[in-house]
């Protein structure tokens, strides 16, 4: 009497998206990437420290002394103060300020969320635009892939950085001055994922083009589904893998390719600093001895890049079965 | 479940009563592929376009209940047969008719889409033909989605389960990834996801090559119960003679493209008439005669992109002759099927040789 019973209540939990998530939890913390996870010092490390930085962005209004941005609370009195531990530095900001008298503590905390907005929101664009264009090559194959591999040949001998000023150069002469300051992230955001979706694209054509031929796709094709739903329900989920870590490494290579276009001037604007915007004003002190206002923020950055690339690369070798 | 089969079979019986058409009659089938050199290539080498013809006019049927067998070696076409009837090719020419249904008159997917839902197809390879990131109860609620057969997902979850114990597995293992299961278990799920339609009309394609030989016996006495209980039709693909001999009611045998021999499994396996097929069974295995001086099977496969003239058999064949080498022989009625070979026919080769 017993067994159906069980059977319906194993039915119903089945049936609850809350037991499916808390499922799919537990099978994420037993299943393989979390024990490689684990038994990776580096990986370990480089996650802490990504976590800490990502956290520091997400709060920077919490947990930044001050507010960069607040014009009111500076003090052009306070400018080109030391570092706290040297000598002329005061507690009251403990990494400097540049020369409006801004902390820079609190310049590089929100200068880091400007930077992960921009290298995040263009990732995730230029994914988007890759993983759709790919799916399409790969799936449908024939003249589209011809065409749309052509288009991410001629793409890829450009270099990203090039493209980006391009961009950015068509929306200055396109816009009057004062409206570009406002739209300096978007042109950021497309330009930087622009130059980025061709190694989405082909990632995904190949992984797509082997999957396709698959004999579970078949099986969905006999009964009839639209390839439209074959792509993401069935090929999409398998070439996931590959792309998660195309698109890690994708994110500090965004960070980077940020910085170096605000460095030369044409990222994000001075009332909005990213980090490759501070080192840009602080490279003009370099040579008369406030260090501080460039180097920090380069530090900054190099930490994050190389930590989030850290992370990307033991996702490859994670993900690799070849290594497993 | 035994419900459900027994409504399927009364349809199945009173649709062939009012319409004596077959469960499924191909009919001239031909599938050719374009294998010619790039664009490029053909201009600046003046190389030629190319046609390989994986099909090349294949005709028969098979009766409701009934199991006919495709065997052959590697290339010779029967998996493109296979797929050309489930819809996975389009034929180059020729008609498939499902209960004497054409396919071709039936230009849309929607159009299609009741016949597709009868017919379904077991894969090759188990470790392939499962989605290694849906669970098992999706993999099989699939085509009952697709089709919208049932609706709520407590009817769904009923009919998976009695899938899943139809196949011989347990319920809870809906709950479970495919790389969770061992081959034999992972065909037990390909199975039952191709009954979840209620089809009446099964493609096979090779579904035991790919597994250890203890569990292909489970396997294919699990399909012949299915048979039994739902009155099922195959069509089976295969190489392996011996499953061929436990599964057919009649078999075809094709070489590049062809059919050679076309015959109610009985009399074949009794009395081979076309020389490729009794080179064929020559080569089964056979624990009577052990020590017995083998006829090694002489020359290898022609190139399908470039077959021999008239039979396309004649550079292997011992029986050839010059009619052989410049004449194609068609399929020729014999008892208890057809052969298509000149020797067969001249009476130059004894039935009993």
Not at chain 2, 270 to 289: C, F, G, K, M, S
Request: with cysteine; glycine share 8%.
């Amino acid at each position: 009497m017993s067994a159906p019973t069980q059977s319906e209540a194993e039915i119903e939990s089945r049936l609850t998206a809350i037991g499916r998530v808390a499922d799919g939890i537990r099978r994420f913390f037993d299943g393989d990437i979390w024990y490689s996870f684990k038994s990776s010092r580096i990986a370990v490390v480089a996650g802490i420290v990504t976590l800490v930085i990502f956290l520091a962005a997400l709060f920077a209004p919490i947990v930044a002394p001050s507010n960069p941005y607040d014009l009111a609370t500076l003090n052009l009195l306070d400018a080109f103060t030391a570092p706290a531990w040297i000598e002329g530095g005061s507690s009251a900001f403990l990494l400097g300020t540049d020369d409006q008298g801004r902390d820079m503590l609190s310049a590089i905390i929100f200068g880091t969320r400007v930077s992960l907005i921009v290298g995040f929101a263009s990732i995730i664009f230029a994914m988007l635009l890759g993983i759709t264009l790919g799916l399409i090559s790969g799936y449908v194959g024939g003249i589209t892939d011809a065409v749309i591999m052509r288009i991410a040949d001629v793409q890829l001998s450009f270099p990203a950085i090039l493209i980006a000023l391009l961009v950015d150069g068509v929306v200055r002469g396109l816009l009057p001055p004062n409206r570009h300051a406002d739209i300096a992230v978007w042109v950021l955001i497309f330009s930087i994922g622009i130059s980025n979706w061709v190694q989405f694209a082909r990632t995904v054509r190949g992984s797509c083009m082997v999957e396709r031929n698959k004999e579970y796709v078949q099986a969905a094709r006999i009964i009839g589904i639209h390839p439209i739903l074959i792509m993401l329900r069935h090929v999409l989920p398998n070439v996931m893998g590959p792309v998660s870590v195309i698109a890690t490494i994708g994110l500090a290579v965004a960070v980077l390719t940020e910085a170096t276009l605000s460095f030369l001037g044409v990222g994000m604007p001075p009332t909005q600093p990213s980090l490759g915007t501070l080192v840009n004003t602080g490279q003009n002190f370099l040579a008369s001895g406030e260090w501080w206002i460039a180097v920090f923020p380069g530090f900054m950055l190099a930490t994050l890049v190389l930590a989030v690339n850290l992370l990307g690369d033991w996702l490859r070798d994670a993900l690799n079965p070849k290594l497993r | 479940m035994s419900l459900a089969g027994c409504s399927r079979m009364t349809s199945a019986t009173i649709r062939h009563d009012e319409a004596p058409h077959p469960k499924l009659r191909v009919d001239g089938l031909k599938r050719y592929f374009d294998v010619s050199p790039p664009w490029l290539n053909r201009v600046t080498e003046g190389r030629p376009r190319q046609t390989l013809k994986a099909v090349d006019d294949i005709s028969f049927a098979i009766e409701p209940g009934k199991t006919l067998s495709l065997v052959g070696e590697s290339g010779c076409g029967k998996s493109t047969v296979a797929r050309c009837i489930v819809g996975l090719y389009r034929p180059s020419g020729g008609s498939i008719a499902f209960e004497g249904v054409d396919f071709a008159s039936l230009r849309s997917r929607a159009a299609q889409a009741p016949l597709r839902r009868r017919m379904q197809m077991i894969f090759q390879d188990p470790y392939a033909s499962l989605n290694p990131r849906w669970r098992v109860f999706d993999i099989i609620a699939e085509p009952v989605r697709a089709f919208r057969l049932l609706r709520g997902k407590s009817e769904i979850v009923r009919r998976v389960d009695e899938l899943l114990r139809l196949v011989g597995l347990a319920p809870r293992d809906g709950e479970k990834y495919p790389h969770e299961f061992s081959g034999g278990q992972r065909q037990r799920v390909s199975i039952a996801r191709a009954l979840a339609s209620n089809p009446e009309f099964l493609v096979c394609d090779e579904p035991t090559s790919a597994l250890d030989v203890s569990v292909q016996a489970q396997i294919l006495n699990l399909m012949k119960a299915l048979q039994r209980e739902l009155g099922l039709t195959y069509l089976f693909i295969s190489h392996d003679l011996s499953v061929v001999y436990h599964m057919s009611d009649s078999v075809g045998v094709m070489y590049l493209g062809r059919l050679a021999e076309l015959r109610d499994a009985p009399a074949l396996f009794a009395q081979p008439l076309h020389p490729y097929t009794r080179l064929l069974l020559e080569t089964i295995p056979d624990l009577d005669v052990i020590g017995r001086r083998r006829e090694p099977l002489a020359g290898e496969v022609p190139n399908p992109i470039d077959p021999p003239s008239g039979c396309s058999f004649h550079p292997r064949c011992p029986f050839a002759n010059e009619r052989c080498r410049s004449q194609r022989p068609e399929l020729a009625p014999v008892p208890g099927g057809a052969v298509a070979c000149h020797a067969v026919a001249e009476g130059r080769l004894a039935p009993d040789d």
